[in-house]
């Protein structure tokens, strides 16, 4: 006889799912078990179940197939959350197999008892629980299927008593239903989109990771229409590498030419992007979008024109209608623009630039004891690692650094918590990356405060022979909460990190660890880290007050961390 929890562990098998993240519990020790004799699944436990989740989510994100995380009754099912969240903000597809009490016990405040229905209603797209064998197959298709046709996650709950049932012995293995077939927007909505853009002078175009399968017909976009092409954040993995268009990103991690890109156009093009931060847009601009989900279209800022589409098909459809323009003059302004500002940024990437000349009157403002700027470890780190590393970020400054110093060249990937902004998400993100190819090189960008909440996941590194390299960015600060208090003129409270030294406790747990505290040691400590053989984290104390200027500070900004600056010292201990 087969039970229950063998047939899930097998339809999951069957379908290549390779890796199954979580904490091993009463309600799903059938399913562990059953995975303990599969030896095509590979159970990962991780120390929380948040990493679990965030890790998995990472696994589809790269995959853009199913993956798995476990949680069992109660608290355990509940530590998923976080991460599945993210997951459902990245559109990846993720089953969450949970536990739940016994059967008899539901509804009676049992111990550990939680209502798993109330609980994943906002963050699930298929949220229901197994109670008989008679549910098999068609429950577990249902939850798989669902998740990978809405991209998002699925919840199954099984009840303690249930995993062990024994199933009928005619019950087909469960297969999952893949997505439909993409198709390109109406051809009609074309015509029209060809006509608004063979008539304007000046078009800019804002590209998302919902284009990465589509990089070559918009970089012929960008050519046909001489066209800057601002990118997400997200689509850095996709078009940063050999793209005489782009220009970098908008928001508090832009610069001054996408904020020129955006100004000066007469039409703004949106290709697969949700780009969320409306102060950033241009208002006053004819607005093309194109994007696969008629659900986001004009969510951001108003638009006169939507395409909805696969983004590749679409724009096969469109660049036809479409002659080349002559007149470069827009993208070559915007592109001495950016040339310009990296130039600029470049000069913070030298370890001895607070010596120079040209750095004295900066360290004298913001780093007057020498520290290591942010800038040179994230350049160092581009110039090691390897040309089809992932690297993943935490939210917060790290991003900011890797936004601007790190180019996705070669094969290269990129994962952050990019729209629900968690913290904690890089570490676990980058086992999960690990875990797919132990292989490839996996980079995480951590923040000092994100590593440390969730700390504990360092062991599951060591114990699962996971070889990820970890960059701290140990500035003793919840950086982007500091930098945001200052922007409207209050002092930093609350933000200081008190961090053991992050490389001895790597070492405690079993991992290599260095730490760097002298900007000219950054450059061997990083290739250090990237030759060991297995897990290692790189911890670099790094400058607190560094400040990542926005595209265009305005002059309450600049008011703002004068104020803010001056009570900080008004009321700092002497």
């Known amino acids: 006889m087969t039970t229950i929890a063998e047939l899930i562990v097998t339809a999951l098998a069957e379908h290549g799912v390779r890796q199954v993240w979580g904490v091993v519990g009463d309600a799903l020790n059938p399913v562990t078990d059953a995975i303990r004799r599969e030896e095509r699944i590979e ?73 798993n229905r109330a609980v994943f209603a906002d963050v699930a797209c298929f949220n229901e629980m197994l109670t008989s064998p008679e549910q098999l197959p068609h429950l577990l298709e249902r939850a ?36 439909a077939p993409i198709a390109a927007a109406d051809l009609d909505d074309v015509r029209r989109v060809a006509s608004v853009l063979s008539a304007a002078a000046k078009v800019t175009l ?46 508090l991690i832009g610069n001054p030419a996408t904020k020129q890109a955006f100004d000066d156009c007469d039409v703004l093009v949106m290709v697969g992007t949700d780009f969320p931060y409306r102060d950033f847009l241009p208002t006053g601009k004819t607005v093309v979008q194109l994007d696969s989900r008629g659900s986001h279209v004009g969510r ?19 660049l036809p209608l479409l002659e080349a323009k002559a007149d470069a003059g827009h993208l070559d302004s915007t592109r001495t623009s950016y040339a ?18 040209r750095g004295l009157l900066r360290r004298k403002v913001d780093n007057p004891d020498s520290r290591i700027r942010p800038e040179l470890l994230a350049a160092v780190v581009d110039r090691h690692a390897a040309q089809d590393a992932v690297f993943t970020t935490d939210t917060g400054m790290s991003t900011v650094w890797l936004s601007r110093f790190v180019r996705m060249t070669g094969t290269r990937r990129l994962l952050g918590s990019y729209n629900l902004g968690s913290m904690a998400n890089a570490m676990p993100q980058a086992l999960g990356a690990q875990a797919l190819d132990r292989s490839r090189q996996v980079v995480a960008f951590c ?49 200081v990190l008190h961090n053991p030294d992050f490389a001895a406790v790597a070492r405690a747990m079993g991992m290599h660890g260095v730490r760097v505290e002298d900007p000219h040691d950054v450059d061997a400590a990083v290739q250090e880290a990237f030759a060991h053989p297995g897990p290692a984290l790189l911890d670099v104390v790094t400058n607190a007050d560094e400040v990542a200027v926005p595209p265009k500070p305005t002059l309450e900004q600049g008011w703002g961390f004068a104020i803010a600056k001056s009570k900080e010292f008004l009321t700092s201990p002497e």
């Open 144 to 179: 798989a299927s669902t998740a990978l046709a809405e991209r998002g996650v699925a919840v199954l709950t099984v009840p303690g008593d249930v995993g062990g049932m024994d199933v009928p012995d005619d019950t087909p293995v469960p297969r999952f239903a893949r997505p």
């Open 300 to 318: 951001r800022t108003p638009v006169d024109h939507a395409l909805v589409g696969d983004s590749r098909l679409t724009l096969q459809a469109l």
């Open 340 to 357: 310009k500002w990296q130039e600029r940024q470049s000069h913070l990437t030298d370890p001895g630039y607070d010596r120079k000349p």
């Open 447 to 495: 923040g000092d405060g994100g590593l440390s909440m969730l700390l504990g996941d360092l062991i599951t590194a060591v114990s699962h022979d996971l070889p990820v390299k970890l960059v701290v960015f140990d500035n003793g600060r919840l950086g982007m909460v500091k930098l945001e208090m200052e922007q409207v003129g209050l002092p930093e409270f609350g933000t």
């Open 206 to 251: 804002l590209v998302g990771i919902g284009a990465r399968h589509a990089r070559t017909e918009v970089l012929e976009l960008a050519d046909r229409l001489k066209a800057p092409m601002v990118l997400s954040l997200k689509a850095k993995d996709g078009f940063d590498d050999d793209n005489p268009f782009e220009i970098g990103q908008s928001g």
């Open 43 to 115: 159970w990962i436990g991780v120390r929380h179940e948040e990493a679990g989740a965030f890790a998995a989510g990472a696994q589809a994100q790269l995959t853009e197939d199913l993956a798995v995380c476990m949680g069992t009754v109660g608290p355990g099912a509940v530590h998923l959350l976080n991460g599945l969240y993210d997951a459902r903000k990245s559109h990846a597809p993720v089953l969450a197999v949970v536990g739940q009490v016994p059967r008899e016990d539901i509804g009676s405040d049992f111990f550990q008892e939680v209502d």
